[in-house]
């Protein structure tokens, strides 16, 4: 006689339905345990706990006809969803079913398009709407209104006041919003974690008195140009804020010390901080951010110009910041060699040097930079003039894994330091403008570092950007043999270069001035960026200039310049009035562009 097995009947009955059944409700709790373990807080603003409420019951029946897709555990149908291009294709997967939508609508909602003013009006719609599907108002997490900063004001902002599960405020450039705006949004808002309100002019220590009042979890601000902001609001801000890890404070003019050093004590996890021209902050501020900022990863304090060597000289005895990665401190005048070498015996892993416009610097800094070696990837010493070639020739030697150098106005350097420069095997971005003896051995050098027989051969040159205005020695030839043998160009300015902004074939393929040069100026523009990099090396490999003996220009030293060749530069630079003042036109405002590095230098 057969023996029943109720038993195995049992368990496989049990485990479809515990399958089929309880898929749905598993989506309130599996959501939020998937999205919540991740490390990324940006992700952790998909999760649909929110939702918990919304789910909808159904007859066992009902699940049954429901398509095995359907019944995918909520994390895998999020993770596939998340993979979508555009929201149209979110929107779509909405329609599908009941389940789809509730796993699709955090995604669609989590940062709602606001790029247009047709989009914020159906983003305000549904917001406002009490009775919808989904309590829209709940899910976003991340709204941004810099596009349309020109139409955002007091009133715009409104119907966003109800949103208090925003995480990341952005409103860059949104001139017209005042206190008054931007304090409603802050009010309540005790998730958010990242507000940027560069530009509005109008906000005061108002605003960011609600920020310390109500967004204590609040990790990174960016106030740039808010020139109305005082200590008072700041340190109050340091003081309740205790996880900010990101500070930006460019032309805060009314910043001083106190603020600052307020900051340093009361935000342990401080990562990176931006005092641009912040001209009150003096040596006490930068001494107390990296003495307690022991995760500090960026500092910049560009034209700070009252910060002197103590600032660094003052740092304890005996301790190393290896955190730190980025310094930048650009036309911090009072600054020598003293300075330079504390800095690099406090801070061995620095890989972003800015020393752009420390005037007082000499070989002796440069050589202390060496002791950075492998770490070194970035090192601006723009109008450091002292500079000489002993100190490039050592620099290259023993940090060869600089990938970006800007050496403008080191008129002291010639052919000797491009030659060793051109042996980096890393080398992308390299600045040069107004390095008057330079010439074409210079040029040649680069060109045919990567074709030069060597113990181990290279690759192509890996040249992107090359800065030679005003190196007024260069020809034709040169740049023409530099355009063929760096494949990846995709700047290359010569502005003040006799022979290319003189050449009216040639300059048909650069792009135009900014529009506030002077018509002088307009006239010796020559900046060509882009496709026209490559269509002025086809028009010259097309009708090619005469060739010379490449290895007797490269090699051989003891040929003569013109005699005239001195004259020449004096004349010329005389003429466009850029002499021998450093404060004058460089490579960054001719090529109409500033001077942040941002990750440049990764990679």
Same mark, same amino acid.
């Given at each position: 006689?057969?023996?029943?097995?109720?038993?195995?009947?049992?368990?496989?009955?049990?485990?479809?339905?515990?399958?089929?059944?309880?898929?749905?409700?598993?989506?309130?709790?599996?959501?939020?345990?998937?999205?919540?373990?991740?490390?990324?807080?940006?992700?952790?603003?998909?999760?649909?706990?929110?939702?918990?409420?919304?789910?909808?019951?159904?007859?066992?029946?009902?699940?049954?006809?429901?398509?095995?897709?359907?019944?995918?555990?909520?994390?895998?149908?999020?993770?596939?969803?998340?993979?979508?291009?555009?929201?149209?294709?979110?929107?779509?997967?909405?329609?599908?079913?009941?389940?789809?939508?509730?796993?699709?609508?955090?995604?669609?909602?989590?940062?709602?398009?606001?790029?247009?003013?047709?989009?914020?009006?159906?983003?305000?719609?549904?917001?406002?709407?009490?009775?919808?599907?989904?309590?829209?108002?709940?899910?976003?997490?991340?709204?941004?209104?810099?596009?349309?900063?020109?139409?955002?004001?007091?009133?715009?902002?409104?119907?966003?006041?109800?949103?208090?599960?925003?995480?990341?405020?952005?409103?860059?450039?949104?001139?017209?919003?005042?206190?008054?705006?931007?304090?409603?949004?802050?009010?309540?808002?005790?998730?958010?974690?990242?507000?940027?309100?560069?530009?509005?002019?109008?906000?005061?220590?108002?605003?960011?008195?609600?920020?310390?009042?109500?967004?204590?979890?609040?990790?990174?601000?960016?106030?740039?140009?808010?020139?109305?902001?005082?200590?008072?609001?700041?340190?109050?801000?340091?003081?309740?804020?205790?996880?900010?890890?990101?500070?930006?404070?460019?032309?805060?003019?009314?910043?001083?010390?106190?603020?600052?050093?307020?900051?340093?004590?009361?935000?342990?996890?401080?990562?990176?901080?931006?005092?641009?021209?912040?001209?009150?902050?003096?040596?006490?501020?930068?001494?107390?951010?990296?003495?307690?900022?022991?995760?500090?990863?960026?500092?910049?304090?560009?034209?700070?110009?009252?910060?002197?060597?103590?600032?660094?000289?003052?740092?304890?005895?005996?301790?190393?910041?290896?955190?730190?990665?980025?310094?930048?401190?650009?036309?911090?005048?009072?600054?020598?060699?003293?300075?330079?070498?504390?800095?690099?015996? %406090?801070?061995? /892993?620095? !890989?972003?040097?800015? $020393? =752009?416009? #420390?005037?007082?610097? &000499? @070989?002796? +800094? *440069?050589?202390?930079?060496?002791?950075?070696?492998?770490?070194?990837?970035?090192?601006?010493?723009?109008?450091?003039?002292?500079?000489?070639?002993?100190?490039?020739?050592?620099?290259?030697? %023993?940090?060869? /894994?600089? !990938?970006?150098?800007? $050496? =403008?106005? #080191?008129?002291?350097? &010639? @052919?000797? +330091? *491009?030659?060793?420069?051109?042996?980096?095997?890393?080398?992308?971005?390299?600045?040069?403008?107004?390095?008057?003896?330079?010439?074409?051995?210079?040029?040649?050098?680069?060109?045919?570092?990567?074709?030069?027989?060597?113990?181990?051969?290279?690759?192509?040159?890996?040249?992107?950007?090359?800065?030679? +205005?005003?190196?007024?020695?260069?020809?034709?030839?040169?740049?023409?043999?530099?355009?063929?043998?760096?494949?990846?160009?995709?700047?290359?300015?010569?502005?003040?270069?006799?022979?290319?902004?003189?050449?009216?074939?040639?300059?048909?393929?650069?792009?135009?001035?900014?529009?506030?040069?002077?018509?002088?100026?307009?006239?010796?523009?020559?900046?060509?960026?882009?496709?026209?990099?490559?269509?002025?090396?086809?028009?010259?490999?097309?009708?090619?200039?005469?060739?010379?003996?490449?290895?007797?220009?490269?090699?051989?030293?003891?040929?003569?310049?013109?005699?005239?060749?001195?004259?020449?530069?004096?004349?010329?630079?005389?003429?466009?009035?850029?002499?021998?003042?450093?404060?004058?036109?460089?490579?960054?405002?001719?090529?109409?562009?500033?001077?942040?590095?941002?990750?440049?230098?990764?990679?």
């Amino acid at each position: 006689m057969d023996r029943p097995r109720p038993s195995m009947l049992v368990v496989s009955e049990s485990t479809s339905v515990s399958s089929s059944s309880s898929s749905p409700e598993r989506a309130v709790y599996d959501d939020t345990d998937f999205f919540t373990a991740q490390r990324n807080d940006s992700q952790s603003s998909l999760g649909v706990a929110s939702l918990g409420d919304m789910t909808m019951s159904s007859s066992l029946a009902d699940e049954r006809r429901i398509s095995p897709i359907s019944r995918l555990p909520p994390e895998l149908l999020i993770y596939s969803f998340s993979k979508l291009g555009s929201s149209a294709d979110l929107r779509n997967c909405m329609l599908v079913s009941k389940t789809w939508s509730r796993n699709c609508v955090d995604l669609l909602w989590h940062r709602p398009l606001c790029n247009t003013w047709p989009n914020l009006l159906n983003v305000v719609s549904s917001v406002r709407k009490e009775d919808g599907y989904y309590p829209y108002f709940a899910l976003v997490k991340r709204l941004n209104l810099s596009n349309l900063s020109d139409q955002i004001s007091d009133g715009t902002v409104q119907p966003f006041v109800h949103c208090k599960r925003i995480e990341r405020l952005t409103l860059t450039g949104c001139t017209k919003l005042t206190d008054h705006g931007v304090v409603a949004l802050v009010t309540g808002s005790n998730s958010l974690l990242a507000l940027d309100i560069t530009g509005l002019e109008a906000v005061t220590d108002h605003t960011l008195n609600a920020v310390a009042e109500h967004c204590h979890r609040l990790q990174g601000l960016n106030i740039t140009d808010c020139s109305k902001v005082t200590d008072e609001s700041l340190s109050s801000m340091a003081k309740n804020c205790r996880y900010l890890k990101r500070l930006k404070l460019n032309n805060c003019s009314l910043v001083t010390d106190e603020s600052i050093t307020s900051v340093a004590r009361h935000c342990p996890s401080m990562l990176e901080i931006d005092l641009h021209n912040c001209r009150q902050i003096t040596d006490e501020s930068i001494t107390a951010l990296i003495s307690h900022g022991k995760q500090l990863r960026e500092l910049r304090v560009a034209h700070c110009s009252l910060i002197t060597d103590q600032a660094f000289l003052e740092l304890p005895k005996h301790l190393a910041f290896d955190s730190l990665r980025i310094l930048d401190l650009t036309a911090c005048f009072q600054l020598h060699d003293e300075a330079v070498e504390k800095i690099v015996d %406090t801070s061995p /892993r620095l !890989r972003n040097l800015v $020393l =752009a416009k #420390c005037r007082e610097i &000499t @070989d002796r +800094s *440069v050589l202390a930079i060496t002791k950075l070696g492998k770490n070194l990837h970035y090192i601006h010493l723009g109008h450091c003039a002292q500079i000489t070639d002993s100190a490039v020739v050592q620099l290259v030697k %023993t940090c060869n /894994r600089i !990938r970006y150098i800007d $050496l =403008a106005c #080191c008129h002291r350097l &010639t @052919d000797t +330091s *491009v030659k060793q420069l051109a042996t980096l095997p890393k080398l992308r971005r390299i600045g040069l403008v107004k390095c008057q003896a330079i010439t074409d051995r210079s040029i040649l050098a680069l060109a045919k570092a990567s074709i030069e027989p060597r113990q181990k051969p290279l690759g192509p040159s890996l040249l992107e950007r090359v800065h030679l +205005s005003y190196c007024v020695h260069l020809t034709v030839q040169g740049i023409h043999a530099l355009l063929n043998q760096c494949p990846k160009l995709t700047h290359l300015s010569l502005t003040g270069v006799q022979a290319f902004f003189l050449r009216e074939d040639l300059i048909l393929y650069c792009r135009e001035a900014p529009p506030e040069f002077t018509d002088h100026q307009r006239n010796m523009f020559c900046v060509f960026s882009g496709e026209g990099v490559n269509r002025l090396r086809n028009r010259l490999n097309a009708d090619p200039p005469p060739l010379y003996d490449t290895e007797g220009t490269m090699y051989d030293d003891h040929d003569g310049e013109d005699g005239d060749a001195d004259q020449q530069v004096t004349g010329l630079m005389n003429a466009t009035g850029l002499g021998a003042d450093d404060d004058d036109m460089n490579e960054e405002d001719e090529a109409g562009e500033g001077s942040q590095y941002g990750g440049e230098a990764d990679g």
